[in-house]
């Protein structure tokens, strides 16, 4: 397979890149032509781009709940307009790569029950809107133009295979706290629930869904393991140690936000791609 990353910085797209590469594929990591940073917000920074690839995989945007209303430009540019631009470059071209597109478990009404990808949609945050309306520009975008796509939306990712920093998201929280504090504050003593899923098996459904047939112009659910946040964290503390896991109470703007409970029905993902999950959370928190 040959693939275009964008956001190959970032904490998945090393870890694509890394997988891709190591699996035989060719991966183009875009550049200008002096080695500069490709701007996805300007057009004109695409025109020079060769979309003669099987995959393009679109890692980068920018993340963020509340910041997403204090920096709402940003997130909409960062997000939304790049995905445009690369969706109207390749309309513009010969060529029709698939377009795998990472979405967020945001997109959905928190709920006890599983959350099947026809589950309702509630967005609280801007950023959790703007995945919302990618997902619809794909739609869009692959009926008026045959541009194909397919759409995985990931709940809480962990683990870091290529050096020892865990500083990304829910995981990244629990292990930068116990190392300042100690500690390890919850809100609401952590009894949300969440999909988790090991960075490594989330490259690897990653990589076959670009080129299965059966997930062409789908959305899926990354599937993963059921845990409470507390529960999450409690693996974590013992290992490091015993940290001591606080309750707190919900500040009133997180309150507002938060999505409750969102476990995701994943074993649609796992049947259309003939494979099983290959990490389990409580041995990788064993090694943190």
């Known amino acids: 397979m040959n693939s275009i990353v964008?956001?190959?910085?970032?904490?998945?797209?090393?870890?694509?890149?890394?997988a891709l590469r190591a699996s035989g594929s060719e991966v183009r990591i875009p550049a200008t032509a002096d080695g500069n940073r490709i701007d996805l917000t300007e057009p004109a920074s695409l025109q020079a781009m060769d979309w003669?690839?099987?995959a393009v995989f679109l890692l980068a945007g920018v993340t963020g709940t509340i910041d997403s209303f204090i920096q709402y430009e940003k997130s909409l540019f960062g997000n939304n307009l790049i995905l445009l631009n690369i969706l109207d470059s390749i309309r513009k071209s010969e060529f029709r790569p698939r377009l795998i597109f990472p979405s967020s478990r945001l997109v959905y009404r928190g709920a006890e029950a599983p959350l099947t990808e026809s589950a309702e949609k509630l967005t609280k945050t801007l950023y959790a809107a703007n995945k919302l309306a990618c997902e619809n520009y794909l739609h869009a975008y692959s009926a008026a133009f045959d541009l194909p796509y397919t759409i995985l939306r990931i709940c809480v990712p962990y683990a870091n295979l290529l050096n020892r920093e865990y500083s990304f998201g829910t995981i990244g929280s629990f292990i930068k706290q116990i190392k300042q504090s100690g500690r390890i504050r919850l809100y609401g003593g952590g009894h949300v629930r969440r999909t988790f899923t090991h960075v490594g098996d989330i490259c690897r459904l990653?990589?076959?869904a670009a080129q299965h047939p059966l997930t062409l112009n789908a959305t899926f659910n990354m599937p993963g393991e059921d845990m409470s946040l507390f529960e999450a964290a409690t693996l974590i503390a013992k290992r490091m140690g015993g940290a001591a896991i606080d309750d707190a109470d919900w500040p009133s703007q997180e309150w507002r936000i938060e999505s409750g409970s969102t476990v995701f029905e994943g074993s649609s993902l796992l049947e259309t791609l003939d494979t099983a999950l290959s990490c389990n959370f409580k041995e990788w928190a064993d090694t943190v």
């Open 6 to 18: 964008f956001g190959a910085g970032g904490y998945l797209g090393k870890h694509l890149v890394h």
């Open 206 to 208: 990653t990589m076959l």
């Open 52 to 54: 003669d690839v099987d």
